[in-house]
């Protein structure tokens, strides 16, 4: 079956260190995009990439940095620049010319 | 600019109770919109789509209607059931040849009792 998967599911990280999320789809959808999801602040954008070894920054990208070296993955780096990144993370992707997100199951990053 | 706005939560009815989300939005064009669910520990769902004025998108009983003049796209159900507690994000979106970009709402939690 075709889908996103986001991992780890729940990940722990000491303040000052760098942490990878893994998002990788198999559905051949050309975009791709990281949300940070905080409560009662919705969905904000961080990243999105259209194209291969393209991406744009969103509207909170400080403090995070992206690849996009293959159409099926789109990993996120929560780099020590950010000053808050305990969040619950959602990657998505879309295919050109079609309506809709599909949505990985998120990661949920603490700092302790 | 885009933007989305949607009542504040948490909503809680009890089973069998009418359901009514309401959502407007602003935007600079003619976007798509959306409802999106969100269940406890998991991602996004779409649970229904207009993609232009007076539009009814439907599933699972939920219907919204894509009102212009209003600017409006609210989420109802006639009778909801415990299975339905979520989140639920309303969004809006343009047609783009390379994928589209989304604008979400601050999502709003639905209990549903026994």
């Known amino acids: 079956d075709g889908g996103i998967t986001q991992s780890p599911k729940y990940l722990f990280r000491k303040e000052g260190q760098n942490v990878t999320l893994s998002c990788e789809q198999n559905?051949?959808?050309?975009?791709m995009y990281w949300y940070r999801q905080d409560p009662g602040q919705g969905l904000r954008l961080i990243y999105y990439?259209?194209?291969?070894?393209?991406?744009q920054k969103g509207d909170i990208a400080e403090g995070y940095s992206v690849s996009r070296e293959k159409k099926e993955s789109f990993p996120l780096t929560v780099t020590s620049a950010q000053k808050n990144p305990t969040a619950f993370y959602l990657c998505?992707?879309?295919?050109?010319?079609?309506?809709?997100?599909?949505f990985g199951s998120g990661t949920r990053l603490t700092v302790v | 600019g885009n933007s989305v706005t949607q009542m504040e939560g948490p909503v809680t009815l009890s089973e069998e109770a009418f359901l009514t989300i309401n959502c407007t939005y602003t935007?600079?064009?003619?976007?798509?919109l959306f409802w999106y669910v969100q269940y406890p520990g998991e991602g996004l769902q779409l649970l229904l789509k207009?993609?232009?004025?007076?539009d009814k998108g439907s599933n699972k009983g939920f219907e919204a209607t894509y009102r212009k003049e209003t600017t409006s796209f609210h989420l109802e159900k006639g009778s909801v059931q415990v299975s339905d507690s979520a989140v639920y994000f309303c969004?809006?979106?343009?047609?783009?040849?390379?994928?589209?970009?989304?604008?979400f709402g601050t999502g709003t939690s639905l209990t549903v009792i026994p």
């Open positions: 990439s259209q194209i291969v070894n393209d991406f």
């Open positions: 207009a993609t232009k004025a007076d």
């Open positions: 935007a600079t064009g003619y976007p798509s």
């Open positions: 559905l051949n959808h050309d975009a």
């Open positions: 969004a809006l979106a343009y047609p783009s040849n390379t994928g589209n970009q989304f604008y």
């Open positions: 998505a992707s879309s295919m050109a010319r079609t309506w809709g997100y599909t």
